[in-house]
């Protein structure tokens, strides 16, 4: 066989289109792995055929092409790969833009690498078999994409969106074509200082795995800058908690004393003649009375501030709040914890129920027991299912920990962290978190380690 023929640049770019749709394939089930699918896995692996006969399809149209139709073939085999990325997971428009540039510069760099080791095994045996590039193919293919997906893995979190801003989008793309020009400019002109066919392969190869490192690279320190501000965000959410607590405590004594004068206004009323001056002192008593009626008492001081300040919050919102506690179990728990914990949960079942159109619905239960070794905390609050932003396929589904349900917030990147908090808490404490929706109650069950 003459080699310098199959070394041509124009021969070695014409890889077997076959080849080049499984490396674009796998590059795109890569991510159909990492990353959280739309739906169920029977209709899974229908999508995963069809998006592979696809590949193969459109590579098998663009091979019948002239050359001068590689470059927009090239951009349609993106499209696909864009096409088949959004149709399968539950993704926005913008993150899809960014997975599919990862997957992209991936499969060139597998193709590319298995035509660099093809070629060297031809240059050995000086024989170009189809039967040995096909286990060229595949052993190359099984290596690389295995590999690339257990690193890739830990930069993406398969139960939320990486909510993607057009300037990190751009700075992506950039960088995926910057590496396919570098990589692949040997085949739209030979006038360059890598166009030599010794040289041509090795470029390649290297400018290929090169961008596909800043990519991982990039989403690698986006991931921890996230990691960073989510915790500072959950940490200013315990301090706000604690903030809120100390100055409820603050107000709880001021009210106290305001009770222990309350013979004051008896006084007053009895020596007040003017019947609109008695009226306002006798509103002010029904007052002070109401917020007294509002004190809790569950044999926790901390959690006895807490619940008194959401009752009142529930009393001016029309929300029913049902307590059932044993506060002696949180003896073992510290003051932040019970803040962060119980003015989480209270604060988004008030945020929910407050939205319930139907007065009488807008209910909220709460009870601390224990079982065996464990301490449980459950809240329910009731909440009209359009305020619950979960698909119908999820309605009876249970979340643990990081698998949340979405927040119907806008800014779902700040908003959130109230759950997480409280995840953060359970496992502080030896124990885990549920959150459940079914027949149109919302429900958060804690469980923390009984363990004294």
Request: proline share 3%.
């Given at each position: 066989m003459d080699l310098q023929a199959f070394l041509d640049p124009v021969k070695l770019q014409d890889t077997p289109r076959l080849f080049t749709a499984i490396a674009e394939w796998l590059a795109v089930f890569v991510y159909f792995n990492i990353y959280k699918r739309r739906r169920h896995d029977k209709v899974y692996v229908f999508q995963c055929i069809g998006t592979l006969f696809m590949?193969?399809?459109?590579?098998?149209?663009?091979?019948?092409?002239?050359?001068?139709?590689?470059?927009?073939?090239?951009?349609?085999?993106?499209?696909?790969?864009?096409?088949?990325?959004?149709?399968?997971?539950?993704?926005?428009?913008?993150?899809?833009?960014?997975?599919?540039?990862?997957?992209?510069?991936?499969?060139?760099?597998?193709?590319?690498?298995?035509?660099?080791?093809?070629?060297?095994?031809?240059?050995?045996?000086?024989?170009?078999?189809?039967?040995?590039?096909?286990?060229?193919?595949?052993?190359?293919?099984?290596?690389?994409?295995?590999?690339?997906?257990?690193?890739?893995?830990?930069?993406?979190?398969?139960?939320?969106?990486?909510?993607?801003?057009?300037?990190?989008?751009?700075?992506?793309?950039?960088?995926?074509i910057g590496a396919f020009i570098m990589s692949n400019l040997s085949f739209v002109t030979q006038k360059t200082p890598f166009s030599a066919s010794e040289n041509m392969l090795y470029v390649r190869t290297l400018v290929d795995f090169g961008g596909m490192l800043m990519l991982m690279t990039e989403m690698g320190r986006r991931n921890e800058m996230a990691a960073k501000n989510e915790n500072d965000a959950i940490n200013q959410l315990f301090q706000k908690q604690y903030e809120q607590y100390k100055l409820a405590v603050d107000n709880s004594e001021a009210l106290?004393?305001?009770?222990?004068?309350?013979?004051?206004?008896?006084?007053?009323?009895?020596?007040?003649?003017?019947?609109?001056?008695?009226?306002?002192?006798?509103?002010?008593?029904?007052?002070?009375?109401?917020?007294?009626?509002?004190?809790?008492?569950?044999?926790?001081?901390?959690?006895?501030?807490?619940?008194?300040?959401?009752?009142?919050?529930?009393?001016?919102?029309?929300?029913?709040?049902n307590a059932m506690i044993d506060g002696d179990l949180l003896s073992g728990i510290h003051v932040k914890d019970i803040c962060s914990l119980f003015g989480n949960v209270l604060d988004n079942a008030i945020e929910a129920t407050q939205q319930v159109e139907d007065k009488d619905k807008r209910l909220i239960t709460l009870s601390v027991r224990s079982r065996n070794q464990f301490i449980i905390i459950e809240c329910e609050n009731y909440s009209d299912s359009d305020n619950v932003k979960l698909r119908k396929s999820e309605k009876r589904r249970i979340f643990k920990n990081d698998?949340?349900?979405?927040?119907?917030?806008?800014?779902?990147?700040?908003?959130?962290?109230?759950?997480?908090?409280?995840?953060?808490?359970?496992?502080?404490?030896?124990?885990?978190?549920?959150?459940?929706?079914?027949?149109?109650?919302f429900k958060v069950k804690v469980l923390l380690s009984n363990k004294k």
């Open positions: 590949q193969v399809l459109y590579q098998f149209i663009a091979g019948l092409l002239p050359l001068e139709f590689w470059i927009p073939s090239m951009i349609g085999a993106v499209g696909l790969m864009y096409f088949s990325l959004y149709y399968v997971l539950d993704i926005k428009p913008k993150d899809c833009g960014v997975i599919t540039t990862h997957a992209f510069v991936l499969a060139e760099f597998a193709a590319s690498l298995y035509i660099q080791l093809y070629v060297w095994c031809v240059y050995f045996s000086n024989v170009d078999d189809f039967t040995e590039s096909v286990v060229v193919m595949c052993i190359v293919y099984t290596i690389t994409f295995i590999a690339y997906h257990n690193f890739e893995k830990g930069n993406f979190s398969p139960n939320r969106n990486l909510n993607i801003k057009t300037k990190e989008l751009t700075s992506v793309i950039v960088t995926g106290r004393k305001e009770m222990h004068d309350m013979k004051h206004y008896v006084m007053a009323l009895k020596e007040e003649d003017n019947p609109a001056r008695r009226a306002e002192v006798l509103e002010d008593m029904e007052q002070a009375i109401a917020i007294q009626e509002s004190f809790m008492n569950t044999g926790n001081k901390v959690l006895d501030v807490i619940l008194t300040t959401k009752s009142l919050q529930c009393e001016k919102k029309n929300i029913t709040l698998n949340l349900p979405r927040t119907t917030k806008k800014d779902n990147v700040k908003h959130g962290f109230g759950l997480k908090s409280i995840g953060q808490v359970a496992e502080k404490y030896g124990g885990a978190m549920n959150v459940s929706y079914e027949d149109g109650w």
